[in-house]
């Protein structure tokens, strides 16, 4: 089945960037989401179709796609970023959704 | 402004279903696609399967094929989700979520999420 991999953990300290990528067969031809997760709660999405910022996003989220890889890039980074993010992308035939297993941010 | 509304926490034996809803407000219900979505403790994001409420056709993650069956209820706006033959490891909490599909938007509203607890 189709997997997409992220890297379980990073970590910046405060006002620098944090990169996060997803890697995926299908990236190339499949949009990728981005959503936030805080202790407790429900998922947020952060991004859409690879580099959109949904309203109310702050400006420091940004996306990117490269080949098989989706970046999510957090611009000056603040204590309140620290999160669980998850990539997300359709299969190749667009039938099914995938999560990527999620990267700890660990703002030090 | 859209809003998921989940039923409440269950407990359930080995073996036995547990059905989990989710009551859609604001928007146009018929117009969603509703996906399932769960999380074991400590663990990632899983996506079990979606339903288009004005066709009523869904679809399941090849994981969860023939143990769960995803309905909608386009009179009472609600979405549900069964899981059959219930084991400990499908202890998580269980979302619902709009799907956006072919507009790409993403999973926009999320419910709050309901735990389920499989224990003998």
């Known amino acids: 089945s189709y997997e997409l991999t992220q890297p379980p953990s990073v970590s910046v300290s405060p006002g620098q960037t944090a990169r996060i990528t997803c890697s995926g067969d299908a990236l190339p031809k499949q949009y990728a989401y981005w959503y936030q997760q805080k202790p407790g709660q429900a998922p947020v999405l952060v991004i859409y179709k690879d580099s959109e910022r949904p309203s109310g996003i702050p400006e420091r989220f940004s996306g990117s796609s490269s080949g098989t890889t989706v970046t999510l890039t957090i611009s000056g980074v603040q204590a309140e970023d620290e999160a669980d993010y998850y990539c997300q992308s359709a299969d190749s035939s667009g039938t099914c959704w995938v999560f990527g297993g999620g990267t700890k941010l660990t703002v030090l | 402004q859209v809003q998921l509304v989940q039923s409440g926490a269950e407990v359930k034996k080995p073996g036995s279903s547990v059905k989990v809803s989710c009551k859609a407000s604001?928007?146009?219900?018929?117009?969603?696609?509703i996906s399932w979505v769960r999380q074991a403790p400590g663990q990632g994001l899983e996506w079990m399967g979606r339903?288009?409420?004005?066709?009523?056709?869904?679809n399941y993650a090849q994981k969860f094929q023939g143990r769960v069956t995803i309905t909608a209820d386009k009179s009472t706006s609600t979405a549900y989700m069964e899981l059959s033959s219930l084991r400990s490891e499908d202890t998580a909490v269980y979302y619902c979520?709009?799907?956006?599909?072919?507009?790409?938007?993403?999973?926009?509203?999320w419910g709050q999420g309901t735990l389920v607890t499989v224990s003998s």
């Open positions: 339903i288009i409420p004005i066709l009523g056709i869904a």
């Open positions: 979520a709009r799907d956006t599909g072919g507009d790409d938007y993403g999973f926009d509203y």
């Open positions: 604001g928007g146009t219900f018929s117009s969603y696609t």
